[in-house]
């Protein structure tokens, strides 16, 4: 099972994949997406059920991805076809690669705007506007088809040349640069935010358990954040760990890049949260929190403007790397399966996904229902699958022997059948069945 030729590529360490994996799990979901949702379910409170849902159920799910794709070597559609040939585990794997044109048409168009923005805020176009004003921009922007299929075309014309770099050259190259430069500019937009004047009734919006907050919704909530956050259920970590050597531990990079994204998460809640109490704003506002709350509050600021400008390259930066690893699934796939070079298969996944995604350019309630069906029902779907089927049809011990290899000592073995056969399974069809019965929970 060697790779099908040499179109596919190998991280050059283990640094290089935590980098990588760090860059596709940290996106538009842990900077814009987890505070919000902290924030309007009991802050504190709502972490510790995140962290739960991380820790007891995500951390089993991507490490069966990536001893899948580690395994395999392939695709989603590849490693079903490989692991358990002639059945219709294959359509999981079909699922996974429409996911990722999906899940990539919507989040290019938002990772557009952010683009816009960057430059909007550079300009200065917001200095001297007032709520409704800066509100209007916002509507303005988003609703001109011209702006917004751009930003979206120039936003995945972007990834797609990182795309062609091939997996070191590409992707672990940009990752590297980005992933620290996105740290930077974080953490100095938290010390501008939790210094401003009255940033103490966002802290401890944020920081105290709420626990009256913290009602059923919440835990569905956090949940599909988690599985969203981490980049599972679509695939893209058994296409990231189909790049992985057998020298490396499974369970420390899984760690890491779950690390990495939980604390980055936690993180922007500290540069958003006080920022929005110092200036009395709504943290409930949705994507308007980011597009018009945001640009109000750097109106108010000392040198606001070049916070704001940094907060923008901060979400696309974020953006970029998640995006990478989105339309790299299709990518992967044609590569694969139909013998692709990399040049032809990324043109096909990027351009593909940039026309799926021009109706949500064009309405934002589009945008909406891509996200429902791919962001949400798609991921729970392709995560239980998953879990289904390294748990019972591949073998829990199949998957305990892959984590042994570059890990001879690893003895949680039982633990780990436990939790992908029972644990992992039973939560995520409940979170099936509640997002069902609770459709607007997240
Ligand atoms: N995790 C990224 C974010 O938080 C988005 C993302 C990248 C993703 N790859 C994914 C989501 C695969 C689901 C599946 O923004």
């Not at 999906?102 to 557009?112: E, K, L, Q």
């Not at 190259?173 to 100095?188: A, D, E, H, Y």
């Not at 709350?293 to 400008?309: A, D």
């Not at 056969?421 to 409940?430: D, G, K, L, N, Q």
């Amino acid at each position: 099972m060697n790779a099908p030729d040499n179109e596919r590529g190998i991280w050059s360490s283990k640094l290089g994949f935590i980098m990588a994996g760090a860059g596709s799990a940290v996106g538009l979901g842990n900077i814009w997406r987890f505070p919000t949702i902290a924030g309007q379910n009991g802050g504190a409170a709502f972490v510790f059920v995140y962290l739960l849902s991380v820790i007891l159920i995500c951390l089993a799910v991507m490490i069966a991805e990536l001893a899948l794709g580690r395994h395999a070597q392939r695709n989603p559609v590849g490693v079903y076809k490989t692991l358990a040939p002639g059945t219709a585990w294959k359509y999981l794997g079909i699922l996974g690669v429409l996911t990722g044109w999906g899940i990539a048409s919507f989040y290019s168009v938002v990772a557009g705007w952010t683009l816009g923005y960057v430059f909007k805020t550079a300009a200065g176009a917001f200095i001297n506007l007032g709520p409704d004003e800066i509100a209007t921009v916002f509507s303005d922007f988003t609703t001109n088809p011209v702006l917004s299929i751009g930003c979206h075309a120039i936003f995945m014309g972007l990834t797609m040349l990182i795309l062609y770099g091939g997996v070191k050259g590409g992707i672990e190259r940009w990752s590297k640069i980005l992933m620290p430069l996105l740290l930077v500019i974080l953490v100095l937009l938290v010390v501008r935010s939790v210094t401003l004047p009255g940033a103490g009734k966002g802290l401890a919006f944020y920081l105290k358990p709420n626990w009256s907050a913290l009602t059923g919704k919440s835990v569905v909530a956090a949940m599909g954040q988690a599985l969203f956050s981490l980049s599972l259920g679509m695939g893209t970590m058994i296409t990231y760990g189909s790049y992985l050597s057998r020298k490396d531990n499974l369970i420390s990079s899984a760690g890491w890049v779950a690390s990495l994204d939980t604390g980055i998460a936690i993180l922007a809640g500290f540069a958003i949260m006080p920022a929005i109490f110092a200036f009395d704003l709504d943290p409930a506002a949705g994507a308007g929190l980011i597009f018009v709350v945001l640009p109000n509050m750097f109106n108010k600021i000392f040198l606001g403007n070049l916070f704001g400008t940094g907060f923008f390259v901060l979400l696309s930066v974020a953006a970029v790397t998640s995006l990478i690893s989105i339309v790299e699934v299709p990518a992967a796939y044609f590569i694969d399966e139909w013998k692709m070079s990399r040049k032809k298969a990324v043109t096909i996944a990027g351009g593909g996904a940039f026309l799926a995604g021009i109706p949500a350019a064009l309405s934002g309630n589009f945008l909406d229902w891509m996200n429902v069906i791919f962001g949400q029902y798609s991921l729970i779907i392709g995560s239980l699958g998953v879990a289904i089927f390294v748990g019972w049809q591949w073998g829990a011990s199949k998957a305990n022997a892959e984590i042994m290899q570059g890990n001879p000592k690893f003895s949680a073995s039982t633990a780990y059948a436990f939790a992908i056969r029972f644990m992992a399974p039973v939560s995520i069809t409940a979170l099936l069945i509640c997002l069902i019965l609770f459709p607007d929970a997240f």
